[in-house]
């Protein structure tokens, strides 16, 4: 109780731990007069106190003095009325900076993840058009070099890094073997340029197209087999 009242808490009553600690002190008072009456008795008079009652006597007294000692010499002190007033207000003062600090800390933390998933959404975003732009607009020349045009300028603008569009010779007629080379051209690029999230980004375009690509092999493999 005490403990509480001196931070300033008010799960207590001033008013009424004062009167509790009054009575406290008064009770050990009174143990206090009483252990010191027990001690004398028989000591005078004509009916004095046997060996066994004056040793018992002498033990009744030592254990109200060691408990006495242990409990009202411990005995905290309570704030007055003016300090509890203080204490009160400065417990109120720090427990509002506290959450004021923790709100902040909230709202920086929610502006942190939503600039990590807008910038998250813009990479999905610019690798999906780089996607899209490889696998609806190539163009090739009569030697057989691809000759597309810049989807880097288009999907990654003014954002930083851009792969250089480099002509790469045309393995096969399959537009998907041409796209998963442009594809790989970008890899090495980003890899080289040690950005990280591109390259995950674009093995994952690979990876899409390679199974698709796969996909279609297997299931011309099956319709011929079939016409057989």
Known sequence: MADSLNLGETAYNLDMAT???MKLLKMYEIMDI???KILVLGMSGENRATQTEQRLQRMIRQYVT??????????QALPSRDQYERLKL??????????EKQKQ????????????????KRKQERFSFMTHQL?????????GVSTERSVAKES????????????????????????????????????NAQKLDEVKMLESNLHELQSEYWKQKQSNVQNKINQL
């Open 19 to 21: 009167d509790v600690r």
């Open 34 to 36: 009483i252990s010191k």
């Open 66 to 75: 060691s408990y006495l000692q242990d409990n009202m010499v411990t005995l």
């Open 90 to 99: 400065e417990r109120e003062a720090a427990i509002a900076r506290r959450l």
């Open 105 to 120: 800390a909230a709202i920086e933390a929610q502006r942190q993840e939503d600039e990590r998933r807008e910038n998250e």
């Open 135 to 143: 696998s609806t607009s190539p163009s090739h020349s009569r030697d």
């Open 156 to 191: 990654v603008g003014k954002e930083g890094w851009e792969p250089t569009q480099l002509p790469v010779a045309a393995s096969a007629s399959d537009p998907m073997l041409l796209q998963m080379d442009i594809i790989r051209n970008y890899i090495q690029q980003a890899r």
